[in-house]
């Protein structure tokens, strides 16, 4: 692994059901953080993580949750996914506090 | 709430001529960052200028920050076709402990 991970690529789920969009970092950064990107609305912050074992809330944090067991991982879980949630989900991770961040390649979710 | 608003939403130059993107934000910051995403992909950090710097340059890019006028510019200089991207600016409020992107300018380098 060469820096910043997402998968899946793309999902389509069925409104309800559960889904965790997985990240993984190998630059032993300490913060990582949760974006979505909707059409007009530019990146918005869900939730992130200062270092292993903390989360705090984002702008739009609501249906979201996320835990940080070690430095590397950074899950985000939709509980039961609603058609709003629909978007480009992106990871980033930063060496600390809110310095230069460092994009995944994104994970495309539809929720029908 | 966004805190940076980045001017003009969209730009269309030529080959070869200067981009400038502008982004304004509303409160105090630590430090302000410029971010570029191509189609479809994730974004990619290009500076941070920190509030107590003025001036910054990497290659063929140029920050300017202006605090008074809580403002921030993006020159790309002698500009390529591969510059096409939308770009982003990303301020860091203080004491937010956030940062917060504007929703971009889209720029098209025409051959």
């Known amino acids: 692994i060469a820096g910043i991970t997402q998968a899946p690529t793309s999902q389509i789920l069925a409104a309800g059901r559960r889904m965790t969009l997985r990240c993984t970092q190998d630059m032993r950064h300490n913060a990582m953080y949760w974006y979505r990107q909707d059409l007009g609305l530019g990146l918005r912050l869900i939730h992130y993580?200062?270092?292993?074992?903390?989360?705090g809330k984002g702008e739009v944090p609501d249906g979201y949750s996320v835990s940080r067991a070690n430095t590397d991982d950074f899950p985000l879980t939709l509980a039961s996914a609603v058609p709003s949630q629909t978007s480009v989900y992106f990871c980033?991770?930063?060496?600390?506090?809110?310095?230069?961040?460092?994009f995944g390649p994104g994970t495309r979710l539809t929720v029908l | 709430s966004q805190q940076g608003e980045e001017d003009p939403q969209a730009l269309s130059i030529q080959e070869g001529e200067n981009a400038t993107m502008n982004c304004s934000y509303k409160t105090s910051i630590n430090n302000l960052q410029w971010y570029r995403q191509n189609s479809g992909r994730g974004l990619v950090h290009l500076i941070l200028i920190r509030s107590n710097e003025r001036e910054k340059h990497s290659g063929r890019l140029r920050v300017t920050l202006d605090t008074s006028k809580k403002s921030s510019s993006l020159l790309i200089t002698a500009s390529r076709a591969a510059d096409t991207a939308s770009y982003f600016c990303a301020t860091e409020g203080q004491g937010a402990q956030k940062l917060v992107f504007g929703q971009g300018t889209r720029l098209t380098i025409n051959p």
């Open positions: 980033a991770s930063s060496r600390q506090g809110w310095d230069e961040q460092f």
């Open positions: 993580s200062n270092t292993a074992g903390t989360t």
